[in-house]
């Protein structure tokens, strides 16, 4: 080699380190970038997922916060009303001790502003300020609660400014009730609203960070930052509110539409009182310290890439000056990247670089200049390499045929070799290896198919969306568009195609008969800003529109068919005001309705309300069952609503109860009382029931607004009054409201009061009727009726206050009473009487007659043989398996059991396979027809052959002549009773009376 070639290769040498070194210091900076821009990423998730933490584990405490502070009051609350509802009112010095006693309790909790207690018509009792009596709180949301609803749970109010305490509190209350359950008024606690606002300010969330405190119903209660507006504000539409519906805790990031502040809002539900904390955190404030490390390790890599990068820079500038010397060389410089030899003639190496070696991995000894080509290959062929089948002879020859191939080393790698022959013989080739390229070529025509498949995926879901979906561009043109939205509108996909304006495809809407009913101007400049709209097409259907607005002034928007969804909301509506079965408004309706009348006071307008009640309803229940008694409801409010007119309402409040609404031109009768009447005569109509007959009456309770009143709830309750006279005068007729009623209806009040009385005053005795055996006229006991001693009115008999007693409960201290006497007296009676007591349907349900019966048996001594229980049909109507145990437990133990009234229901025979019945009592409405009615004497006919069959004694019940007692013998009756047997009397008269006839008295 000459020493012009040694300079050549010298000066090539310094060509590849400087490419070298510039190529090395490029991928320094490039990994140090995206090592540092990954690092970055990496410490905000971190930031990010520690601030989630944060915020969630500050809501867990605040929520504890919550309810210890609710809890404590909650405790005080529930005292209070227990101590309420134990006391008749507040007498005397009651009300002092209370204020004491709740001054001292909640006086130990900070959170507390104070308290009151209001009665029924919201007027305060007792309250922790000076007690003004001309304050009500009968407006207040809590008051209305509880008025309305009888539920003893604890209720949260939305906060209030005091009329009293003068500040902002949460009102936390109960109800409490009178001693008959109904609505005494109001306990309430105040929680200082400064108490929850202070303790949140003690948090460090930054400065663009908040708390929020809301009620299960979405009504804030407390926030940090204070702002005085927002109290009580409604947060249903809130993203907290949304996220609630699907999870009651989570941590969510939302950007605030009033100042566009990212911030990440932890919130949670609380399990034990219907409260909802949430605190958010601006994304800001938790990356802060993120962000500044983030800037200084930033720009510490900047400076030490510039570092390198100027190193690097001025070696390869020396490389390049070096180079332009050497015009031999300029191949070699512009391919320094890759492997390079140059062989003469003969095939010897003249030169090679580094990074020729590096490729083969040859031995530095090897690439010395003027080494034969073959010895290089043999090299190779010693460590295995190949090229296909050929010798390294054969490689050799033919290598300069074929300027460009490709082969494999040792490693794997793969190489492509480029040779370009130079003049005077022998070539220069470049040798460079594209394992990673080809790799990279492969990974992108990878990442192209799945490219291809993404998008594929992309346009599979975006048409097979329930909605339609179009993307416009700032210029209102076409991005995208799927089949959906096409199919809304009618249209095609070249109609939709990318590129196509708004205005052609309104135009093509037009043509469609799918346009909105909005002019397109409007609609291009004014709609399109909206993010939500609902609208009608040309066709009758009905869309609903959510728009995105894009950074770039583009924006996505989301079209559905919302027609039949629509329908659906419109028939909820419609069920939620009507009553199911009949079509006709329901309670809540005619609720409404009625408060509309009333609302104007003295100046409501004209008007009279109907309350019906259908008569013998149950009995078509009963005899014909509950399909029929749908179908007659169904029926009855189809008549009701042919005799009104359009202006009026009818609705059904429940059951067999119907209420009209009859708007009035002038305060006058006649057009109730016209309306009444047609209704009467209506409603009589015998109705076809599935090829059934059923008759049934109605009763008529009327008043009239604004003569009578002009409140909703005394209104109802005068027209209560009228119905109920209706009833008590024997039913199908109607009643005008009048002042008497209220004067009746405060007198059974009284009577109620008193016969409550009379029971621990023991005012009642028992006289007893005797029963004899028909055919031996044999004295074979008696019943035990009851009489009252009013110290007013005198002797009452059972008819003129049982009822009441039925009806207020009070049957069943009286019946226990009965009872006990009963026996009691019985016990000192000739061993072969027997007593009979009558039993009624409260004490069969509640549960314990079985061991009434049994301690009264135990207690008098009597034998249970000799007792008797009368029941009627009506004591079995409900929980007939729990009845029938408890008559299966007394008739083991021996007591006999009497079905009294025997006739007057409608399953009588029924009955008497179902229950163990040791005898029946005819009733005495057949007994005293037998003479002159042949269907009477039929029924007690029918009745002593159905008990025989059954092996059942008979009682017949008011005998009152001699004809009678004989027709009852001849017919095979076992026992009677009546007026001709012995009218009812006291306890010594009935003994005096045993002990002097062993048969019956005549009386």
């Keep these: 080699m000459s020493y012009h070639d040694i300079d050549r290769k010298r000066t090539g040498a310094r060509v590849s380190v400087g490419s070298a070194t510039l190529v090395f210091v490029a991928a320094v900076c490039a990994i140090m970038l995206v090592g540092q821009s990954a690092r970055i990423r990496d410490q905000r998730a971190e930031a990010v997922a520690a601030g989630r933490t944060e915020t969630a584990n500050l809501v867990t405490s605040l929520t504890q916060h919550a309810n210890l502070s609710l809890r404590a009051t909650e405790v005080v609350l529930t005292s209070l009303v227990d101590r309420l509802q134990s006391r008749n009112g507040m007498q005397g010095d009651e009300a002092t001790r209370l204020k004491r006693w709740l001054r001292e309790e909640l006086g130990m909790l900070p959170q507390t502003a104070g308290y009151s207690v209001s009665d029924r018509n919201g007027l305060i009792l007792i309250s922790s300020e000076n007690e003004r009596p001309d304050v009500t709180i009968s407006d207040r949301e809590y008051f209305q609660y509880h008025a309305r609803n009888d539920s003893r749970e604890l209720f949260i109010g939305e906060p209030i400014l005091g009329r009293v305490l003068q500040r902002w509190v949460i009102p936390v209350s109960r109800r409490y009730n009178n001693a008959d359950g109904s609505f005494a008024g109001v306990a309430t606690a105040f929680l200082e609203l400064n108490?929850?606002?202070?303790?949140?300010?003690?948090?460090?969330?930054?400065?663009?960070?908040?708390?929020?405190?809301?009620?299960?119903?979405?009504?804030?209660?407390?926030?940090?930052?204070?702002?005085?507006?927002?109290?009580?504000?409604?947060?249903?539409?809130?993203?907290?509110?949304?996220?609630?519906?699907?999870?009651?805790?989570?941590?969510?990031?939302?950007?605030?539409?009033?100042?566009?502040?990212?911030?990440?809002?932890?919130?949670?539900?609380?399990?034990?009182?219907?409260?909802?904390?949430?605190?958010?955190r601006s994304m800001d404030d938790m990356l802060a310290h993120w962000w500044d490390r983030a800037v200084r390790e930033f720009a510490e890599t900047l400076v030490l890439l510039m570092i390198i990068a100027g190193g690097g820079l001025f070696v390869w500038k020396l490389a390049s000056r070096l180079a332009t010397a050497k015009r031999h060389l300029e191949t070699a410089i512009g391919a320094m990247q890759q492997g390079v030899c140059l062989f003469d003639a003969e095939r010897r190496l003249v030169i090679s670089n580094d990074r020729f070696r590096e490729l083969y991995n040859y031995p530095q000894k090897l690439l010395r200049p003027?080494?034969?080509?073959?010895?290089?290959?043999?090299?190779?062929?010693?460590?295995?390499?190949?090229?296909?089948?050929?010798?390294?002879?054969?490689?050799?020859?033919?290598?300069?045929?074929?300027?460009?191939?490709?082969?494999?080393?040792?490693?794997?790698?793969?190489?492509?070799?480029?040779?370009?022959?130079?003049?005077?013989?022998?070539?220069?080739?470049?040798?460079?290896?594209?394992?990673?390229?080809?790799?990279?070529?492969?990974?992108?025509?990878?990442?192209?198919?799945?490219?291809?498949?993404?998008?594929?995926?992309?346009?599979?879901?975006?048409?097979?969306?329930?909605?339609?979906?179009?993307?416009?561009?700032?210029?209102?043109?076409?991005?995208?568009?799927?089949?959906r939205y096409a199919e809304i509108y009618n249209l095609t996909a070249e109609q939709i195609q990318r590129g196509t304006t708004l205005q052609q495809i309104m135009d093509y809407r037009q043509e469609r008969g799918t346009s909105l009913n909005t002019a397109a101007d409007e609609y291009r400049s004014v709609n399109i800003k909206k993010t939500h709209e609902v609208l009608d097409l040309a066709d009758g259907?009905?869309?609903?529109?959510?728009?995105?607005?894009?950074?770039?002034?583009?924006?996505?928007?989301?079209?559905?068919?919302?027609?039949?969804?629509?329908?659906?909301?419109?028939?909820?509506?419609?069920?939620?005001?009507?009553?199911?079965?009949?079509?006709?408004?329901?309670?809540?309706?005619?609720?409404?309705?009625?408060?509309?009348?009333?609302?104007?006071?003295?100046?409501?307008?004209?008007?009279?309300?109907?309350?019906?009640?259908?008569?013998?309803?149950?009995?078509?229940?009963?005899?014909?069952?509950?399909?029929?008694?749908?179908?007659?409801?169904?029926?009855?409010?189809?008549?009701?609503?042919?005799?009104?007119?359009?202006?009026?309402?009818?609705?059904?409040?429940?059951?067999?109860?119907?209420?009209?609404?009859?708007?009035?031109?002038?305060?006058?009768?006649?057009?109730a009382i016209s309306l009444a009447l047609r209704i009467i005569g209506v409603i009589t109509k015998p109705f076809e029931l599935d090829g059934c007959t059923a008759s049934v009456g109605t009763s008529i309770g009327i008043v009239l607004c604004p003569e009578q009143g002009t409140d909703r709830s005394e209104l109802m309750k005068k027209a209560d009054l009228a119905l109920y006279a209706v009833k008590e005068a024997g039913r199908n007729d109607f009643r005008i409201y009048d002042a008497e009623m209220t004067k009746v209806e405060e007198t059974q009040?009284?009577?109620?009061?008193?016969?409550?009385?009379?029971?621990?005053?023991?005012?009642?005795?028992?006289?007893?009727?005797?029963?004899?055996?028909?055919?031996?006229?044999?004295?074979?006991?008696?019943?035990?009726?009851?009489?009252?001693?009013?110290?007013?009115?005198?002797?009452?008999?059972?008819?003129?206050?049982?009822?009441?007693?039925?009806?207020?409960?009070?049957?069943?201290?009286?019946?226990?009473?009965?009872?006990?006497?009963?026996?009691?007296?019985?016990?000192?009676?000739?061993?072969?009487?027997?007593?009979?007591?009558?039993?009624?349907?409260?004490?069969?349900?509640?549960?314990?007659?079985f061991d009434v019966v049994l301690c009264t048996l135990v207690e008098s001594g009597l034998s249970p043989a000799r007792l008797e229980l009368e029941i009627t049909e009506s004591a079995l109507l409900?929980?007939?398996?729990?009845?029938?145990?408890?008559?299966?437990?007394l008739r083991n133990i021996g007591v006999s059991i009497v079905l009294d009234d025997f006739g007057t229901g409608y399953s009588s025979a029924t009955y008497l396979t179902l229950y163990p019945f040791d005898k029946i009592k005819i009733d005495k409405s057949f007994v005293q027809g037998m003479a002159n009615q042949r269907e009477s004497a039929a029924i007690v006919a029918s009745t002593l052959t159905l008990a025989r069959g059954l092996g059942i004694s008979v009682t017949a019940e008011g005998v009152e002549t001699q004809e009678q007692l004989s027709q009852l013998c001849l017919a095979g009756a076992d026992f009677a009773q009546g007026y001709l047997i012995g009218r009812p009397m006291t306890l010594g008269d009935f003994l005096t009376r045993t002990q002097e006839l062993p048969a019956r008295v005549v009386a």
């Design 195 to 280: 108490f929850f606002q202070k303790f949140y300010e003690q948090f460090d969330i930054g400065k663009n960070g908040a708390i929020l405190l809301m009620s299960g119903d979405a009504k804030l209660l407390a926030r940090r930052p204070f702002i005085e507006a927002n109290i009580g504000r409604d947060m249903s539409q809130s993203n907290i509110a949304k996220a609630l519906e699907h999870a009651s805790s989570d941590s969510i990031e939302i950007r605030a539409v009033t100042d566009g502040v990212v911030r990440l809002n932890s919130y949670r539900r609380s399990d034990e009182y219907p409260l909802v904390i949430a605190v958010a």
């Design 370 to 483: 003027g080494t034969p080509l073959a010895t290089i290959l043999n090299d190779l062929a010693q460590r295995g390499a190949k090229q296909g089948d050929m010798t390294v002879r054969q490689y050799a020859d033919g290598i300069l045929e074929d300027g460009r191939e490709t082969v494999f080393n040792l490693d794997g790698k793969l190489i492509s070799i480029i040779r370009t022959p130079v003049p005077g013989g022998g070539w220069v080739a470049t040798h460079e290896d594209i394992t990673e390229r080809s790799q990279a070529e492969r990974t992108l025509a990878k990442q192209a198919a799945e490219l291809r498949r993404v998008n594929e995926y992309f346009e599979t879901a975006i048409n097979n969306m329930p909605q339609g979906v179009c993307l416009f561009d700032a210029e209102q043109r076409v991005i995208v568009a799927n089949s």
């Design 541 to 671: 259907r009905t869309v609903s529109i959510s728009r995105r607005i894009l950074s770039d002034g583009g924006w996505l928007t989301t079209h559905e068919d919302i027609t039949e969804r629509r329908k659906d909301e419109r028939q909820i509506a419609y069920l939620a005001a009507h009553d199911s079965l009949t079509g006709l408004l329901n309670r809540a309706s005619f609720v409404e309705a009625l408060d509309k009348i009333t609302t104007r006071g003295k100046a409501a307008e004209n008007a009279a309300v109907l309350l019906l009640d259908l008569d013998r309803f149950k009995a078509v229940n009963d005899t014909l069952g509950h399909a029929a008694g749908d179908q007659l409801l169904k029926e009855v409010a189809s008549r009701l609503s042919s005799e009104i007119r359009e202006q009026d309402i009818v609705a059904r409040l429940g059951g067999d109860e119907f209420a009209i609404i009859q708007k009035l031109e002038s305060p006058n009768h006649e057009a």
């Design 749 to 849: 009040k009284l009577l109620e009061i008193e016969l409550s009385r009379a029971i621990e005053r023991g005012e009642f005795e028992i006289y007893y009727q005797p029963i004899i055996e028909a055919r031996t006229e044999r004295t074979v006991g008696a019943e035990a009726l009851v009489r009252w001693h009013h110290p007013l009115r005198g002797i009452l008999s059972p008819d003129q206050f049982i009822p009441l007693a039925e009806e207020t409960g009070l049957i069943v201290p009286l019946g226990e009473w009965i009872l006990q006497k009963g026996c009691q007296d019985a016990a000192a009676w000739p061993e072969n009487l027997k007593i009979s007591i009558n039993l009624s349907a409260h004490q069969f349900n509640r549960g314990n007659l």
């Design 878 to 889: 409900d929980k007939r398996s729990e009845h029938l145990q408890t008559l299966r437990q």
